[in-house]
């Protein structure tokens, strides 16, 4: 654990343990929770191989906004899916307008597409988004009702090799954050306007009579949403479900071969998966190839990630036709995935000096020397404030810094300054106008934390 880890557990441990005894008056409502520096070191590593996988494949960023007329996300998502019909956040302005906080992306990304008129743009398009999205679902582990998604979207053409490429990457982002060995690529073809009409009549003439066995929601489903009964997690509805009839029988010929081609092209790429006639997704746009990454022990509960194709989504959004693909993922379910598998990401908030000082006059000289320091990519810290020598000693301890600057009233007379070794208790004298070049020699120079955003500007 680093310095930051401690600090910061500690601090939380010791909120846990006031909470225990008295209640903060203001805590995050159920469901969302802050998230605090050590985990912000996960965050980053993630968006880091996000970008960078994306970027290498040709995507390019967009953010949608937080939140959309909620005709947006009704239209596409569809009406009977859980999300809309129990999980938006949805409010009226102050002109009675209604609206709702994104819960999932493709369909601001649609709306985008077709308002930004990309279609003229060469196609197809791709976009990646890294964005906070809102449900309102149970909270339980894994579920929350503030999360992040990372995901892409490949809008403008369709072919078999955009699906595959679609999983691919996803893989390769799972593979890079050293969690794709605990995930199953599940794969399915829930068809299209022309097959799947047919396969829910059927369907629903398999579940007539059955509806005494099925939950309660399921029993609704039937008729608003009957593709959604073969993914129930209810015991008793999941034994129909593997006895009803299979999509796959009903596909007509073009999606028949179109997801043939899909397996094939994975293969090619030796991806493995897992046919699973019962994956349907949650989200009304999709259209053939349907997939998820599903925990090998977990199962379908926490599937890290999910995507397929929506060749009717841009045209129902008032667009013309034009076929897409995408894929998103779950930023804490990945983020809990990499701690249980102990994997450790780079730290970057280690600091590197800490400078202490005493009194107005070695404050003064202070103040250039840290400002010198961190101009050198030294990560430094300053005790500022009135506290004793020993005081800020302390603390400088608990930072847990390699080096400590020392500016005493003697030093400052002197002209030098004392650099003590933190882990080896010894320290030295040096001229004061030597500090910045002793502390890079002590630190390494490849060790600095040099950034030059004015160079990069044209
Ligand atoms: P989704 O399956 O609804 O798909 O969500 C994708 C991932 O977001 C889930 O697999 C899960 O990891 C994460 N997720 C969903 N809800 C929650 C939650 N309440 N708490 C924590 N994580 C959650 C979509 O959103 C589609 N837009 C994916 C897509 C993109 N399809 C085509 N393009």
């Known amino acids: 654990m680093t310095d930051h880890d401690q600090r910061y557990s500690k601090a939380v441990e010791t909120d846990e343990e006031e909470a225990r005894n008295i209640k903060p008056p203001y805590q995050t409502p159920k469901g969302v ?18 970008r960078h996988r994306l970027r290498q494949a040709g995507f390019r960023r967009i953010s949608t906004p937080i939140f959309e007329f909620t005709d947006v996300f009704t239209r596409s998502i569809g009406a009977a ?57 149970r909270p339980q582990k894994g579920r929350y009702r503030q999360f992040y998604q990372f995901g892409y979207e490949i809008i403008g053409e369709s072919d078999p090799a955009l699906d595959v ?56 489903r039937i008729d608003k949403n009957a593709l959604r009964l073969l993914d129930c ?35 090619e790429l030796k991806l493995s998966y897992n046919e699973n006639p019962n994956l349907v997704r949650g989200l009304d746009y999709y259209t053939k190839t349907v997939f998820e990454f599903w925990d090998r022990t977990d199962g379908a509960q926490n599937a890290i990630g999910g995507g397929g194709r929506y060749d009717g989504l841009v045209e129902l959004m008032g667009g013309p036709p034009t076929p897409a693909c995408g894929f998103a993922a779950g930023m804490e379910r990945i983020i809990a995935n990499m701690k249980r598998e102990k994997i450790r990401v780079p730290k970057k908030d280690d600091l590197h000096v800490f400078v202490a000082q005493l009194g107005k006059e070695s404050k003064k000289k202070c103040l ?25 000693m302390r603390l400088a301890d608990k930072f847990k810094v390699p080096y400590t600057i020392i500016l005493g009233l003697t030093e400052v007379r002197e002209g030098t300054a004392i650099i003590r070794d933190m882990q080896v208790g010894t320290q030295k004298t040096v001229p004061f106008e030597d500090t910045v070049e002793e502390i890079i020699k002590l630190i390494g120079e490849e060790k600095r934390d040099i950034y030059s955003p004015g160079e990069a500007i044209y």
């Not at 912000?40 to 996000?50: A, D, G, N, P, R």
């Open 33 to 50: 929770h802050d998230i605090l520096p050590a985990d912000h070191e996960y965050y980053t590593f993630v968006k880091k191989v996000v």
């Open 233 to 267: 997690k209810e015991e008793d509805c999941q034994i129909l479900a593997q006895i009803a009839p299979k999509l796959s029988d009903y596909l007509c010929q073009e999606c028949k071969q179109y997801h043939n081609d899909v397996k094939e092209f994975l293969t």
């Open 81 to 137: 899916s859980d999300i809309v019909s129990k999980e938006m956040y949805t409010f009226k302005d102050r002109k009675d307008r209604s609206l709702t906080l994104k819960p999932e992306s493709t369909a601001g990304v649609v709306r985008s597409y077709i308002e930004n008129n990309m279609q003229v743009l060469p196609q197809p398009v791709e976009l990646y988004y890294i964005e906070p999205h809102f449900r309102y679902d």
């Open 368 to 392: 250039p020397l840290i400002a010198q320091l961190r101009e050198a990519g030294i990560k430094t810290m300053g005790a500022l404030g009135k506290g004793s020598i020993k005081v800020q």
């Open 165 to 220: 490429q679609s999983i691919h990457l996803a893989w390769k982002i799972l593979d890079d954050l050293g969690i794709a060995q605990i995930f199953t690529l599940q794969l399915n073809s829930i068809g299209c306007q022309v097959c799947r009409p047919q396969y829910v009549t059927v369907l629903k003439d398999f579940y007539f009579g059955k509806e005494r066995s099925l939950c309660a929601e399921c029993k609704h």
